[in-house]
Each structure stands twice: as structure tokens, then as C-alpha cells.
């Protein structure tokens, strides 16, 4: 939990203060986005090999440099405005080290769900929720007090360090488990690359890509075309995000109590759909500002449940799955807003919240139809497990 929370502070901080940020440095929208996407990449090429390096290493590591990175950069930040030669560097450090802190979060989290055979991963992504929501509050009481973000960044740089060591002395759960066995074939490895695999990570993608669309658009659709103003469109912003961290705990005990979390990705997906419908056709400020909260209520227990399903699918590659879903996830999130100024610009926007319902509508149908292939993936019969029946694993 403490490294979900760890990245849910850095993430809030950091957007609550870009702007502030790219003010003290010097740099224009255009310049802005040049490092932005130095991040981007950066943070691509650090979770592939994170994923990989956790698997065979183990997670510790991996935790522990995405944090010490994370102090590491916020404390460059601090330093001032950057000549060009350190600017593009610290972005890019910045964007490594949060792909590293993610990715060991939820192969940490997929490893204790593994070892206490509890579906934790909704509850922990609340931790995420909720620091995110702390850190971008702190920001804005820091602002209040007339503080910029150079004392916020101080304190950011300190939570991290004092994380980096708790990483060190924490004790983790064990990484190496056995794969699910195959129903063909009684113990046979379970590559991260099979069909479960591969589309619970199209769904997670198409997910991610879909809230790119909701997170960068959904704001100027309330404003401009709902008529909400700016006051009404960061209501929305609020309500979506506040009721996502509400949907996540209210989710948890459900899971725990045994809940198929197929059957709540494919009912919250499709409801997450008609969510955002209800945005896109309604015909006042009110009703699309409940299909804010209703959508946002909807889609927050869809990615954990994703990331928990491909952990326990992918086995003893679970780092590499993960980190194949979170770069995928990183490349949808920032292409999400491009794809869409597009069709804003060709259709209008009302056309760019089509587009956010035929993505979570593709979850929903993608997940329906292979619910039982990734169920006996993430669900294998132990009778089938040769580590749990012997007369298996030798000849009759």
C-alpha cells in the first residue's frame, strides 16, 4: 500500500504543479510537450525493463531505485530553471522512475494477492486514488498559503527518501510461484504471451485509452458544448475522480467476500459506457455532470482488476506482463489526446465522447466473450496443478 500511496503523492504533486513548474523554467507549450514527451518515452523504455529485472531480481530492487530516483528528481526540479543539457535529463529521470514505482507497486500487490490467494489489487489502486487526491490537495493548500512548488517539491523529495527506505527493511512477499496450469495439458508453463494474457492487456489498453479521451476532453466538452462553464467542468473533473476513489473502496470488500472480478469488469465496463452516454446526450449541465460521477463510479475497479487478472495469468512472468500493460497503457494514455483533437477538430466534440464509449464498450464485449478462457487461466482447477496433485506429474 505504501508504494501505491508513494505514487499517488508524486503523481498529484506533479500535475497539480506543471504548470507552475513549466512557468519558473521557461518553457512554452510547444517546449512543454517536448519534454513531456521525453517522459513519456522515458517511462515506456523503464517499465519493459522493470517488468523483466523484477522477475529475475526481484521487486525490491526495482522499488527501491524508482523511488530513490523519484527524490532524486524532484530535488533537481528544486535547483531552479535547467539549461537545455539538464532539462530533457531530469524529465526524462523523472518518467523512469515512475514507471519503475509502478511497475514494482503492482507486481508487489500481484505477488501478495498470489501468496494470501486475496484479490487485493482494487483496494491497493485505492491507495494510489487516494494519494493522488492528497497530493493535488496539499498543492493546492500549499498555493493557498502563498508557498510555491519549490517547498512542495522539498517535502515530496523527503516522502520519497523515506520510502527508498522503507523498501530497503520491508518485508516483501515472495515473487516465484508456480504458474496456472493448462487445461490441455496438466503442468505445462503458461507463457505471458498466451491469448489470456494478451487480451486481458488489449483490454487494459483500450481502457487507458479511453480514459486519455475522458481525463484530457471530457473537461472542455462540459464546458463548451454541455454549457457547464469552467466552474461546472472542474466539478465534473472533481466528481469523476472523487467518485472513482469511492467505487475502489466500496469495491474491496466485495472481492475479498469472493466476487468474480470477470463478471464486475464486464458489468462495470458496460455500465461505464452507458455512463458516459449519459454525458454525451445529456440535456442538462446536471444529468451529464451524474454521468461524470457514474462514470468515473464505473471505471474504478476495471484496471485494478485488470492488473490483478494478469498477474495471476502470467505466473512467474508476471513482472514482464505487467510491464507490457503499463508501457502499452503509457503510449494509449498520450495518444488518447492527439487521436482526439483530431476528431474534435473533424466532428466536434461531442464525437470525442463517442469515441470514449466505443472503447469501454469494447472492454465490455471483448471481456464477455473470453470470460471463460481468462477465468481458467486466473482460476486453474488445482486438480490440474501438478504441485498440487502428484499422480500428475509422473506416468500412471
Known amino acids: 500500500m505504501l508504494l ?18 513549466a512557468r519558473e523554467q521557461g518553457l512554452d507549450p510547444g517546449a512543454l510537450g517536448g519534454r513531456l514527451a521525453a517522459l513519456a518515452a522515458a517511462s515506456v523504455l523503464g517499465v519493459l525493463a522493470a517488468g523483466r529485472i523484477a522477475d529475475r531480481r526481484g521487486r525490491r530492487g526495482v522499488a527501491a531505485c524508482g523511488t530513490a530516483l523519484l527524490a532524486l528528481s524532484y530535488a533537481l526540479f528544486l535547483l531552479g530553471p535547467l539549461p537545455l543539457a539538464f532539462s530533457f535529463p531530469a524529465f526524462a529521470c523523472y518518467g523512469v522512475a515512475t514507471g519503475l514505482v509502478d511497475i514494482a507497486a503492482n507486481a508487489v500487490g500481484s ?20 494519494g493522488a487526491a492528497v497530493g493535488a490537495a496539499c ?31 520491508a518485508r516483501f512477499p515472495p515473487h516465484l510461484r508456480t504458474p496456472p496450469a493448462d487445461a490441455a495439458g ?29 481525463q484530457s476532453f471530457a473537461p472542455l466538452y462540459l464546458n463548451q458544448t454541455a454549457g457547464a ?12 475522480h472523487s467518485a472513482s476513489l469511492c467505487g475502489r473502496v ?18 462495470c465496463a458496460t455500465a461505464a459506457t452507458l455512463s458516459v452516454g449519459l454525458v454525451a446526450i445529456g440535456s442538462s449541465v446536471w444529468l451529464a455532470l451524474i454521468g461524470m460521477a457514474l462514470a468515473g463510479l464505473m471505471l474504478s475497479p476495471v484496471i485494478p482488476i485488470a492488473y490483478s487478472l494478469l498477474g495471476r495469468t502470467a505466473g512467474n512472468s508476471a513482472g514482464a506482463a505487467l510491464s507490457v500493460l503499463t508501457a502499452c497503457s503509457y503510449g494509449a494514455f498520450t495518444a ?27 472492454c465490455a ?30 506416468p500412471a
Open 365 to 394: 464485449v471483448i471481456t464477455f466473450f473470453a470470460r471463460r478462457r481468462i477465468s481458467a487461466r486466473a482460476h486453474p482447477d488445482p486438480n490440474l496443478d501438478p504441485s498440487s496433485n502428484p499422480s500428475l506429474s509422473r
Open 186 to 214: 496438466a503442468g505445462r508453463r503458461v507463457s505471458w504471451r498466451g491469448p489470456a494474457v494478451l487480451l486481458i492487456i488489449v483490454v487494459g489498453t483500450v481502457c487507458f485509452f479511453g480514459d486519455g479521451v475522458m
Open 229 to 240: 462553464g469552467v466552474v461546472g467542468a472542474a466539478a465534473g473533473v472533481a466528481l469523476f
Open 111 to 130: 505477488d501478495l494477492e498470489a501468496a494470501t490467494g486475496r484479490k487485493l489489487m482494487v483496494g491497493l489502486h485505492a491507495g494510489f486514488s487516494g
Open 139 to 169: 498543492a493546492v493548500l500549499f498555493g493557498l498559503a502563498g508557498y510555491g512548488h519549490h517547498q512542495l517539491f522539498a517535502l515530496t523529495v523527503v516522502l520519497m527518501l523515506a520510502a527508498c527506505g522503507f523498501v530497503l527493511v
Open 4 to 21: 501505491f500511496g508513494a505514487l499517488g503523492w508524486q503523481v498529484g504533486v506533479w500535475a497539480a504543479s506543471l504548470p507552475s513548474l
Open 250 to 267: 466500496a469495491a474491496t470488500p466485495m472481492l475479498l467476500r469472493g466476487g468474480n472480478e470477470v463478471a464486475v469488469l464486464v458489468v
Open 336 to 362: 488518447a489526446p492527439a487521436i482526439s483533437g483530431v476528431v474534435a477538430e473533424t466532428v466536434g466534440l461531442r464525437a470525442v465522447l463517442v469515441l470514449a464509449i466505443a472503447c469501454y464498450g469494447c
